[in-house]
């Protein structure tokens, strides 16, 4: 079809009908498989609908299929070109695209380090088990705070992108302290939050568990390492 379907009154309560249900699982953060297929029924009626392409593009973001979001919002472009929304999510894989990039260099130049920054001492992982089975958080600031690594910079009180805190681990933290000391003290500020504030440090809590699952996507690997990964909850 070419878009034009106010020649066609079926058609066209067809499409109100669709939009309706796309907007309410939009709006539900609902990126199903049917949320997929709805917005690719609107296009099937109207092959122009630059909101449809930007809809299922998103889609496709949260499902990490970055080769079809990417198609759906030049798509969306090409439809509307002054859509700020289909630019911006555009903009947004790309930039997903070149961090995956760097993830992977960084990975492959871990590898061939021979897993130096795995290394732990002795007593890093019973320590760190212990302390977070004990619920007793950190009252001083830890070897990684003291690298510079936090959620909000202590000085300007700015908070710090997740862009800027994994160059701090990575260009600061994980060669002094090792991946073990790292993830294992990152993982005790997230315990020690959620059991005595959860809700006020909601935010923090968030971006630690960002931190640790791009840490342990990239670096960890759990048939060589000799300690475990720490726990996303409290033990």
Known sequence: MSGHTHDDPEEARLLETLMQKARSLRRNGDTSEEAIEVNTEILRIDSNNSGAYVRRGSCHVERDNLDAAEEDFRRALKSNPESSVALRKLSEVQRVRHKLGEDEALRQRWYTQGLAWSAATPTCTAYNIRRIRSGYGYREPTPLCMLGYSITDPVSRRTLSS?????????????????????????????????????????????????????????????????PWPPTEPM
């Open 163 to 227: 862009q800027e805190r994994w160059l701090i681990l990575v260009g600061n933290a994980l060669p002094r302290l090792g991946l073990c000391e790292v993830a294992w003290t990152i993982a005790n500020n997230n315990h020690d939050k959620k059991r005595n504030a959860r809700e006020k440090y909601s935010y923090a809590i968030a971006q630690w568990e960002y931190d640790l699952a791009r840490l342990k996507r990239v670096l960890y690997h759990e048939a060589v390492a000799a300690w």
